[in-house]
């Protein structure tokens, strides 16, 4: 676990409750402007966001991660869904036979 932050509190949370939402809304309406409305294309940043969601990390998991392994999602275009399913498909069978050759977890 991470060690706690002095945003993490309850009431303070709750002291910048407006302007999270303020936040939240903005990106989202921007996100939906630029990629449903317009169809842009997504840049670096905006794919690197679409990967760490499919992924289920926090913002804080993601960059934790190294810049090689990060470089090779974006090589896999892992932000498209279909190519997401295939690619955590393939990384869960490898660690099913990682697992199963591990006298650890027999």
């Not at 905006?46 to 913002?59: D, P, Q």
């Not at 470089?71 to 932000?79: A, I, R, Y």
């Amino acid at each position: 676990y991470a060690k706690p932050h002095w945003r993490d509190v309850l009431w303070v949370q709750l002291v910048i409750l407006p302007y999270t939402l303020y936040t939240w809304s903005q990106f989202y309406l921007r996100w939906l402007w630029k990629f449903g409305i317009k169809r842009e294309e997504y840049g670096r940043e905006e794919k690197l966001y679409v990967i760490r969601k499919n992924m289920g990390m926090s913002a804080g998991q993601f960059s934790q991660m190294e810049e090689e392994e990060v470089e090779d999602m974006l090589e896999g275009e892992l932000w498209i869904k279909d190519k997401f399913k295939v690619w955590k498909d393939e990384k869960d069978a490898q660690m099913k036979i990682k697992m199963a050759q591990s006298g650890r977890y027999k």
